[in-house]
């Protein structure tokens, strides 16, 4: 490899792997709960429900509105599904 090849990727890699502090003002941290947690949670929510007589669907549903865990309990019906979510 030339050395003034070399020297931009070196040059690249350095900018990129030390961003300048204003760069991380604009990183955001988001919260979201683990695929183990989100199963448990609408696995207790149907059941819960199942033991006051309610036939349901339980989803959790992230921060961009994509569903992470849904669970349609015993004798649920259809429309429960876009209910849930």
Same mark, same amino acid.
């Given at each position: =490899?030339?050395?003034? %090849?070399?020297?931009?990727?070196?040059?690249?890699? *350095?900018? *990129?792997?030390?961003?300048?502090?204003? *760069?991380?003002?604009?990183?955001?941290? #988001?919260?979201? /709960?683990?695929? %183990? /947690?989100? %199963?448990?949670?609408?696995?207790?929510?149907? %059941?819960?429900?199942?033991?006051?007589?309610?036939?349901?669907?339980?989803?959790?549903?992230? #921060?961009?509105?994509?569903?992470?865990? /849904?669970?349609?309990?015993?004798?649920?019906? =259809? #429309? #429960? /599904?876009?209910?849930?979510?």
């Amino acid at each position: =490899m030339k050395k003034p %090849a070399a020297a931009t990727l070196c040059a690249a890699g *350095f900018v *990129f792997a030390n961003p300048l502090p204003a *760069f991380a003002q604009d990183v955001l941290t #988001t919260h979201r /709960l683990s695929a %183990a /947690l989100a %199963a448990e949670a609408v696995g207790e929510a149907v %059941a819960t429900c199942a033991k006051q007589g309610y036939k349901v669907t339980a989803a959790i549903v992230d #921060t961009d509105g994509v569903t992470q865990a /849904l669970l349609r309990g015993d004798g649920a019906s =259809m #429309t #429960t /599904l876009p209910a849930a979510r």
